[in-house]
């Protein structure tokens, strides 16, 4: 006798929105985070495990990538619009580039951590409790 069983649909933009929040991507309330990029083991709120994550280097990629695209753009705004000395430049970008993607970081990797829940990846689909 073969005994099925029936997933839960995980919605993959609900998951991400609440990983974006630094929230559980299960209930949407537990925090995610217990430090900065430190994901917490379990929701405290719903129980879902959150250690089974596999997120690495993406979020800094995506921050990195995202932040080189902003400034990139304004620094052409700059220089078409205004006579801007390199000095400036250095002044302004530099720390932008510094700031932008620490700000990014922790909401990139929430959404990354709910896409890989919702997707049930690595062990995100494993059963809780596992008969014998």
């Known amino acids: 006798m073969t005994e099925t069983h029936i997933l839960e649909q ?3 933009p609900q998951a991400m929105w ?3 929040l630094c929230r559980c991507p299960h209930c949407g309330k537990g925090k995610m985070f217990r430090a900065f990029l430190k994901v917490v083991d379990q929701c405290d709120v719903c129980g879902e495990e959150l250690n089974h994550h596999r997120a690495d280097d993406f979020p800094p990629y995506i921050a990195i990538t ?5 400034i990139i753009a304004i ?5 078409m619009a205004y006579r801007i000395e390199p000095m400036t430049y250095i002044i302004s970008m530099i720390p932008l580039a510094i700031i932008l993607p620490l700000i990014m970081l922790q909401p990139i990797k ?4 709910g896409l890989q829940w919702a997707n049930r990846m690595y062990d995100f689909g494993a059963n809780r409790s596992k008969q014998s």
């Open 10 to 12: 995980r919605s993959v």
């Open 18 to 20: 609440r990983g974006t």
């Open 66 to 70: 995202i932040a080189g695209h902003i």
């Open 75 to 79: 620094m052409m705004h700059m220089d």
């Open 110 to 113: 929430g959404a990354i951590v």
